[in-house]
């Protein structure tokens, strides 16, 4: 069996991605890092906050999209920094003018400042307006697998739930909740905030992630485009150990070699 990605595509509302690891462009030190950062990380998605980030609407300033051509790369404009479902819906607007028709997103609404926890309320509501407007809609959310459920319900092409609040590199606090949320979606499920290191990205795939969003674990590291690469290769890891199945885990030894059947 041929294990390679190109064999195993991640696909979002349609269309076939090979790498499952998803990247911000927030918090590097300049426009040069970020590329380096994601050229490292092999991401195919990355994900842009239009009220932070220039990618046309301030003329005359540097330019996301000069580094990350949308040729190139799937331009996932985001929601970050808004509170209310109003917000969030006009920024998806005006990012869908600003890249002349696209439809992809990622939605977050949120709850409080200091965690940045998603108001989940206000979350369904943009969700439902955004879905009915055309837009094809990932959804950053609490790690609730009735929520999750409705998410999906309502029409969002993936759902993407907390491993830890925002920034907190925690890696992953709750893995029944994931579990719950992956064994029952039939969208792909996507780790969004919380991964600190390689490993915490690992064990997000091998509990049957379909990929990982990541930024702060990236652009915070002491060396992000070294972090980068690591990330990649975490996840390269954990979605091959996640398909080949585990051992099951036992209180007692299970030798490698066998005693029964030894000569003499």
């Given at each position: 069996?041929?294990?390679?990605?190109t064999?195993d595509?991640?696909?979002?509302?349609?269309?076939?991605?090979?790498?499952?690891?998803?990247?911000?462009?927030?918090?590097?030190?300049?426009?040069?890092?970020?590329?380096?950062?994601?050229?490292?990380?092999g991401?195919?998605?990355?994900?842009?906050?239009?009220?932070?980030?220039?990618?046309?609407?301030n003329?005359?300033?540097?330019?996301?999209?000069?580094?990350?051509?949308p040729?190139?790369?799937?331009?996932?404009p985001?929601?970050?920094?808004?509170?209310?479902?109003?917000?969030a819906?006009?920024?998806?607007?005006?990012?869908?003018?600003?890249?002349?028709?696209?439809?992809?997103?990622?939605?977050?609404?949120?709850?409080?400042?200091?965690t940045?926890?998603?108001?989940?309320?206000?979350?369904?509501?943009?969700?439902?307006?955004?879905v009915?407007?055309?837009?094809?809609?990932?959804?950053?959310?609490?790690?609730?697998?009735?929520?999750?459920?409705?998410?999906?319900?309502?029409?969002?092409c993936?759902?993407?739930?907390?491993?830890?609040?925002?920034?907190?590199?925690?890696?992953?606090?709750?893995?029944?909740?994931?579990?719950?949320?992956?064994?029952?979606?039939k969208?792909p499920?996507?780790?969004?905030?919380?991964?600190?290191t390689?490993?915490?990205?690992?064990?997000?795939?091998?509990?049957g992630?379909?990929?990982v969003?990541?930024?702060?674990?990236?652009?915070?590291?002491?060396?992000?485009?070294?972090?980068?690469?690591a990330?990649?290769?975490?996840?390269?890891?954990?979605?091959?150990?996640?398909?080949?199945?585990?051992?099951?885990?036992?209180?007692?030894?299970?030798a490698?070699?066998p005693?029964?059947?030894l000569?003499?």
């Amino acid at each position: 069996m041929d294990n390679t990605p190109t064999h195993d595509p991640l696909v979002i509302a349609g269309k076939t991605f090979r790498s499952r690891l998803l990247t911000g462009t927030g918090k590097f030190k300049d426009l040069d890092e970020t590329a380096r950062a994601t050229e490292a990380a092999g991401a195919e998605i990355v994900t842009v906050a239009i009220r932070r980030t220039n990618i046309g609407q301030n003329p005359g300033e540097p330019n996301l999209l000069d580094v990350l051509p949308p040729e190139r790369y799937t331009i996932l404009p985001n929601t970050a920094g808004c509170y209310t479902a109003e917000d969030a819906v006009r920024t998806c607007r005006l990012a869908r003018e600003l890249l002349d028709g696209h439809k992809l997103v990622k939605l977050e609404v949120l709850g409080d400042q200091r965690t940045l926890y998603p108001d989940v309320v206000q979350t369904l509501k943009a969700a439902e307006l955004l879905v009915a407007d055309g837009f094809d809609v990932m959804v950053y959310t609490s790690d609730d697998p009735i929520l999750a459920r409705q998410l999906e319900q309502i029409g969002c092409c993936a759902v993407m739930p907390l491993a830890a609040p925002i920034g907190s590199g925690l890696g992953i606090q709750n893995r029944y909740t994931l579990l719950e949320i992956i064994e029952n979606a039939k969208v792909p499920i996507i780790v969004d905030a919380g991964v600190g290191t390689a490993s915490d990205a690992a064990i997000a795939m091998e509990l049957g992630c379909d990929g990982v969003l990541m930024n702060t674990a990236i652009a915070g590291a002491k060396d992000p485009v070294l972090m980068a690469s690591a990330m990649r290769k975490a996840v390269e890891a954990g979605r091959e150990a996640f398909r080949a199945g585990r051992i099951p885990r036992k209180r007692y030894a299970s030798a490698s070699s066998p005693v029964d059947g030894l000569i003499g």
